[in-house]
């Protein structure tokens, strides 16, 4: 059985920093690529940053406009736990954070179609 647990979520002051963690169980960590998005009441669930599958190179990362610069995604595949280190919060990065999973070696990884797997979320409050 697949687990996605996500953590870290909370209420911090705009300019503050986090750090979101998310482990996984039941999956081969390593062959999954690994994505955070995010979705704010009223709005649609959208990309955040991503990290992928582990290939002989190494691992890629990813990540949207909104978060470029003050966001860093890292993995952990002897702890099989997933970061998203967020510095430089905005009231606007406030929503419901979740942790995905993806086994495509292709495609958009963006997308959250083309993800297997999701956490329960963690929510994000940022106070201006």
């Known amino acids: 059985q697949v687990q996605l647990v996500e953590s870290g979520g909370g209420l911090v002051q705009a300019g503050g920093s986090l750090r979101l963690s998310c482990a996984a169980s039941?999956?081969?960590?390593?062959?999954?690529?690994m994505g955070w998005f995010r979705q704010a009441p009223g709005k649609e669930r959208d990309f955040v940053a991503a990290?992928?599958?582990?290939?002989?190179?190494?691992?890629?990362?990813y990540y949207a406009d909104s978060v470029k610069g003050r966001s860093t995604i890292s993995r952990d595949n002897a702890k099989n736990t997933v970061y998203l280190q967020m510095n430089s919060l905005k009231p606007e990065d406030t929503a419901v954070y979740y942790c995905?999973?993806?086994?495509?070696?292709?495609?958009?990884?963006?997308?959250?179609?083309?993800?297997?797997?999701w956490g329960q979320g963690t929510q994000v409050t940022v106070s201006s």
């Open positions: 990290t992928s599958r582990i290939s002989w190179t190494g691992s890629s990362t």
């Open positions: 039941g999956v081969t960590f390593s062959s999954y690529g």
């Open positions: 995905a999973a993806r086994s495509k070696r292709a495609g958009a990884i963006s997308n959250p179609d083309e993800y297997d797997y």
